[in-house]
């Protein structure tokens, strides 16, 4: 079943190909990306290994109209499932101003801490993978954009069903989402945000901010996020810093750049005296293939673990909280 799909969603991009491939305006009507991330890990604790396929993406996206674009984005091997991420449309009543409807993005996270393609690890940090269901919900998004004195300013606001990707549920109450962004990913950028996930057995509130500052070849991000759940009235907070710079290497072999990059990300209960049940500090080399830098890679990584208390989340198998070696390849296209 899964085969088919990959099957047809292939062909229906050679058909695409081959329909705009002549076309004058094909890349204002469709446009091709993808991302493809396979990795070795080996759990020193455990002494346990495996390969894995993590992400394999394949998107497309365009402007067949006037004010009038869509996005498309499928998952062949989200360790091993088919998912289809992206599947919305948006449009442009008025200049600045667009809303998203269909499957997309929820206002809480930004892109470089979830897409495969813009991390700087191999693994996801704590807050991103741990907080909420899921990065994508369906429903609607509002997003607005406005420059003052040359600084751009964002407001993004959406309601959604409140269930995970590909699962149109009927429901008596909508989640909500919502950020404000000051500044642009080269220079200063900070946004604040708050999302409300009504359920049974998670009904959660999330709120938090972030700042980063980032050139073409560095960049430093940190983030906070508070996660209140009403369901069993505990609050969980995660921190993370992370940064890395891109060394150019004159053109020898393969290679076209050197990047060190290190994380320090960590959680913890409110109840806990300790505030820190758990951290990690993971140290990362990559080795570029292209000369744009933070792009196609093959990447080494090291988690160390500090664990204060056991957390649910980080209990499921053995391996979750140990400290790990991780060999990523990584190819944008």
């Given at each position: 079943?899964?085969?088919?799909?990959?099957?047809?969603?292939?062909?229906?991009?050679?058909?695409?190909?081959?329909?705009?491939?002549?076309?004058?305006?094909?890349?204002?009507?469709?446009?091709?990306?993808?991302?493809?991330?396979?990795?070795?890990?080996?759990?020193?604790?455990?002494?346990?290994?495996?390969?894995?396929?993590?992400?394999?993406?394949?998107?497309?996206?365009?402007?067949?109209?006037?004010?009038?674009?869509?996005?498309?984005?499928?998952?062949?091997?989200?360790?091993?499932?088919?998912?289809?991420?992206?599947?919305?449309?948006?449009?442009?009543?008025?200049?600045?101003?667009?809303?998203?409807?269909?499957?997309?993005?929820?206002?809480?996270?930004?892109?470089?801490?979830?897409?495969?393609?813009?991390?700087?690890?191999?693994n996801r940090s704590f807050h991103v993978k741990y907080f909420v269901p899921g990065t994508r919900d369906i429903g609607l998004v509002a997003n607005y954009n406005f420059n003052i004195e040359g600084v751009p300013f964002?407001?993004?606001?959406?309601?959604?069903?409140?269930?995970?990707?590909?699962?149109?549920?009927?429901?008596?109450?909508?989640?909500?989402?919502?950020?404000?962004?000051?500044?642009?990913?080269?220079?200063?950028?900070?946004?604040?945000?708050?999302?409300?996930?009504?359920?049974v057995e998670r009904d959660l509130f999330v709120w938090g901010g972030d700042l980063r500052y980032g050139k073409d070849r560095f960049k430093i991000e940190t983030e906070f996020l508070s996660r209140k759940n009403y369901?069993?009235?505990?609050?969980?907070?995660?921190?993370?810093?992370?940064?890395?710079?891109?060394?150019?290497?004159?053109?020898?072999?393969?290679?076209?750049?050197?990047?060190?990059?290190?994380?320090?990300?960590?959680?913890?209960?409110?109840?806990?005296?300790?505030?820190?049940?758990?951290?990690?500090?993971?140290?990362?080399?990559?080795?570029?293939?292209?000369?744009?830098?933070?792009?196609?890679?093959?990447?080494?990584?090291?988690?160390?673990?500090?664990?204060?208390?056991?957390?649910?989340?980080?209990?499921?198998?053995?391996?979750?909280?140990?400290?790990?070696?991780?060999?990523?390849?990584?190819?944008?296209?």
């Amino acid at each position: 079943m899964i085969l088919r799909k990959i099957i047809i969603f292939l062909c229906v991009l050679l058909c695409f190909n081959n329909v705009f491939a002549n076309n004058k305006d094909s890349l204002k009507i469709i446009e091709f990306d993808g991302s493809l991330k396979t990795k070795f890990e080996y759990a020193t604790e455990t002494s346990r290994s495996r390969f894995s396929v993590r992400n394999s993406r394949m998107g497309l996206s365009g402007n067949p109209f006037n004010k009038l674009s869509y996005r498309i984005q499928v998952e062949l091997s989200n360790q091993g499932k088919f998912e289809v991420l992206d599947l919305s449309a948006t449009i442009e009543p008025i200049p600045n101003l667009k809303f998203t409807l269909g499957q997309t993005s929820i206002p809480l996270y930004n892109s470089y801490q979830t897409t495969p393609a813009q991390m700087l690890f191999a693994n996801r940090s704590f807050h991103v993978k741990y907080f909420v269901p899921g990065t994508r919900d369906i429903g609607l998004v509002a997003n607005y954009n406005f420059n003052i004195e040359g600084v751009p300013f964002e407001f993004e606001g959406g309601i959604f069903n409140a269930s995970k990707i590909n699962d149109p549920v009927w429901t008596e109450q909508l989640s909500w989402g919502a950020s404000a962004t000051i500044g642009s990913m080269k220079g200063l950028k900070a946004s604040a945000k708050a999302y409300r996930y009504p359920g049974v057995e998670r009904d959660l509130f999330v709120w938090g901010g972030d700042l980063r500052y980032g050139k073409d070849r560095f960049k430093i991000e940190t983030e906070f996020l508070s996660r209140k759940n009403y369901f069993d009235k505990q609050t969980l907070n995660a921190f993370s810093i992370q940064g890395a710079f891109s060394f150019p290497i004159s053109k020898t072999g393969i290679f076209r750049d050197i990047t060190p990059a290190v994380r320090w990300d960590m959680m913890g209960e409110a109840d806990d005296d300790n505030l820190v049940d758990a951290s990690r500090i993971t140290a990362g080399l990559s080795f570029g293939f292209d000369t744009k830098p933070f792009s196609s890679l093959l990447r080494v990584d090291f988690e160390k673990y500090i664990v204060n208390r056991i957390l649910p989340v980080l209990n499921l198998y053995e391996e979750m909280d140990s400290d790990k070696i991780t060999i990523e390849l990584l190819i944008i296209f």
